[in-house]
């Protein structure tokens, strides 16, 4: 089992497949682009496999892939058949944008093993749709969700994050979209790496979690393990002793995360 310095059961990973995205969402990516990290420093799927095995041979039974956007890295059908063919892993999800979610890549994901898949949509509106994420294309978005629904990917989770702008109306609006396609709304406050405060919004919002109920450690694509989201203590992955390393990143979780400077969200993974 891993459990950190005050009590709490270690037993979520998120695995962030790689650092790009063919969106750059205001809350996601800075207005320059943040430089990318080489391929050659990006961990390689054998690679992955083999910490998340050690890991769940530790007491995690929840994975989740991230990004970035994790379906822009190729044949991710093959580390997901991997890692879902590991043995005492419960759980092996996606949170992804959706808009490269085509009907045959959701079939062959679900066929792989992938448990269940979370997208990113934040508003229906087109034009702000667009603006939000830099470029992005609705209608490509929700003939993802399409996919995975008719893929069988369930329950399927819309992951909405709250601006200071989104108003009461739009969230009303995405909630009954959710009702009628039998989708599952998960409202995301808005928040800051830069400063770890509890936001006050004026809409209530189901994430982010208390660090009191915090249970994940995360994976950068440059293989760091992050013991915090709003910590900029990491701990790289030593693959001579993968145990070690994921032992010492849950002593190394604080109690409350204060701020993480070094990497944005999408050097992260959220």
Same mark, same amino acid.
Request: aromatic share 4%; glycine share 8%; hydrophobic share 40%.
């Given at each position: 089992?891993?459990? =950190?310095?005050?009590?709490?059961?270690?037993?979520?990973?998120?695995?962030?497949?790689?650092?790009?995205?063919?969106?750059?969402?205001?809350?996601? @990516?800075?207005?320059?682009?943040?430089?990318? !990290?080489?391929?050659?420093?990006?961990? #390689?799927?054998?690679?992955?496999?083999?910490?998340?095995?050690?890991?769940?041979?530790?007491? $995690?039974?929840?994975? #989740?892939?991230?990004?970035?956007?994790?379906?822009?890295? %190729?044949?991710?059908?093959?580390?997901?058949?991997?890692?879902?063919?590991?043995?005492?892993?419960?759980?092996?999800?996606?949170?992804? /944008?959706?808009?490269?979610?085509?009907?045959?890549?959701?079939? @062959?994901? %679900? @066929?792989?093993?992938?448990? #269940? $898949? /979370?997208?990113?949509?934040?508003?229906?509106?087109?034009?702000?749709?667009?603006?939000?994420?830099?470029?992005?294309?609705?209608?490509?978005?929700?003939?993802?969700? &399409?996919?995975?629904?008719?893929?069988?990917?369930?329950?399927? !989770?819309?992951?909405?994050?709250?601006?200071?702008?989104?108003?009461?109306?739009?969230?009303?609006?995405?909630?009954?979209?959710?009702?009628?396609? =039998?989708?599952?709304? &998960?409202?995301?406050?808005?928040?800051?790496?830069?400063?770890?405060?509890?936001?006050?919004?004026?809409?209530?919002?189901? #994430? +982010?979690? %208390?660090?009191?109920?915090? /249970?994940?450690?995360?994976?950068?694509?440059?293989?760091?393990?992050? +013991?915090?989201?709003?910590?900029? /203590?990491?701990? !790289?992955?030593?693959?001579?002793?993968?145990?070690?390393?994921?032992?010492?990143?849950? &002593?190394?979780? +604080?109690?409350?995360?204060?701020?993480?400077?070094?990497?944005?969200?999408?050097?992260?993974?959220?």
């Amino acid at each position: 089992m891993l459990i =950190d310095s005050f009590g709490r059961f270690i037993t979520y990973l998120r695995i962030s497949l790689t650092d790009r995205c063919n969106y750059r969402c205001v809350y996601c @990516q800075p207005e320059v682009e943040a430089p990318r !990290k080489p391929y050659a420093e990006i961990l #390689r799927y054998e690679e992955i496999e083999r910490i998340a095995r050690v890991a769940v041979g530790l007491g $995690i039974t929840k994975i #989740r892939l991230t990004g970035g956007e994790p379906l822009v890295r %190729k044949n991710i059908t093959f580390l997901v058949e991997r890692l879902a063919a590991i043995d005492g892993l419960r759980e092996l999800n996606m949170t992804t /944008n959706g808009s490269l979610l085509t009907p045959e890549l959701a079939r @062959q994901l %679900k @066929q792989a093993g992938l448990t #269940r $898949i /979370n997208i990113s949509l934040d508003t229906l509106d087109r034009g702000r749709f667009a603006g939000l994420t830099r470029g992005g294309c609705l209608d490509d978005v929700l003939a993802g969700i &399409q996919a995975a629904r008719e893929a069988g990917l369930a329950p399927i !989770k819309i992951n909405m994050v709250l601006m200071e702008t989104t108003t009461a109306a739009e969230v009303e609006q995405l909630a009954d979209f959710c009702r009628e396609h =039998d989708l599952t709304l &998960q409202t995301i406050n808005h928040f800051s790496l830069n400063d770890r405060k509890d936001p006050r919004g004026a809409l209530a919002a189901d #994430r +982010p979690p %208390k660090c009191a109920a915090c /249970n994940r450690l995360r994976i950068t694509a440059d293989g760091y393990l992050k +013991p915090c989201l709003f910590s900029g /203590n990491e701990i !790289k992955v030593d693959l001579d002793d993968i145990a070690a390393s994921l032992r010492a990143a849950v &002593q190394a979780k +604080p109690e409350n995360g204060q701020q993480c400077r070094n990497r944005t969200m999408c050097q992260i993974g959220g």
